[in-house]
């Protein structure tokens, strides 16, 4: 089933001509997949909530700046359900993206016992604001459309499919299946396209205290290449994490993490190379996540994923 799902997600993705990545870009999509696939929502059986920040180029006047806030849980009898919220805020220059949605997730129990093996669908809902304010730019004729100060919103509906087990993790999903476009200057500009994503991780188990935890994002979007980002984290008592990160072989960054009972603070630092659009500005991104039993059906330990 694996094999066939994994065969089946790459046929869709290597079948979408590729415009430039629009989605905001995640380093640490391992600690909060929700954002990339509302299937998440409540898979490990816990109150989950994470706030993330990224600064992409940091010394880049107007470079892209990402805030993000996911909450959610597990409910009903043997946590078949699962509902969330999203929040994110993306900015580039004088444009701003605001996102909040809703998320809901159904699970089915795979293995001979409960939460073995899941399978789980999620869908996700909400609206999307674009909000661009060029006056800020002071054009030599204010009354140029093209300057025209822009604030409209739209409906975003997204979904996706995910199957979980304490060794590996595998998702397939599109959360933002509307194409969102905007009028500016008597032109439509494209704010967010559909972005498929293919997400897997596996968990190898080297050592009693120490696991390795390999992981891959592949990303597509009609009009630009296929991308995809590779992790190798190395995870010590089930506390400390060290990684190394690499996207399409031109950035390369480094992964730290540490685990304080239910909290887990993550960052990452990522060089560009030559071959790569922003150099030689660094990005950074910290993340801070908490993940909890608060109610008698949620789990009692901590999942790997």
Known sequence: MIKTFFALALFILTRVNSLAQLDPL???YLN???????AYTGINNRFNAVVAYRKQWASFDGSPTTFSFASH?????NNKVGAGLIAVVDKIGDS????????YSYKLDLGKNSGEKTLSFGLQAGMMNFRNDL????????N?????FVNESRFNLGAGVMVKTETYLLGFSAPRIIPTTIGQGGQKIQVYGQHFYLLGSYVFYLSEYVRLKPSVLVKATHGAPVSADLNFNLNLEQRYTVGILTRNFTTYGLLVQMNIKDYRVGYVFEAPTNNSLGTPFTSHEISISLAMRVLSSHSSTFSNF
Request: proline share 14%.
């Open 144 to 148: 140029d459309p093209a300057f025209a």
């Open 26 to 28: 995640y380093a640490q």
């Open 96 to 103: 701003r993206n605001t996102e909040i949605s809703g998320t």
């Open 32 to 38: 909060n997949p929700i954002l990339l696939n509302p």
């Open 135 to 142: 006056t800020s730019v002071y054009p030599r004729d204010p």
């Open 73 to 77: 849980m597990s409910f009903r009898e």
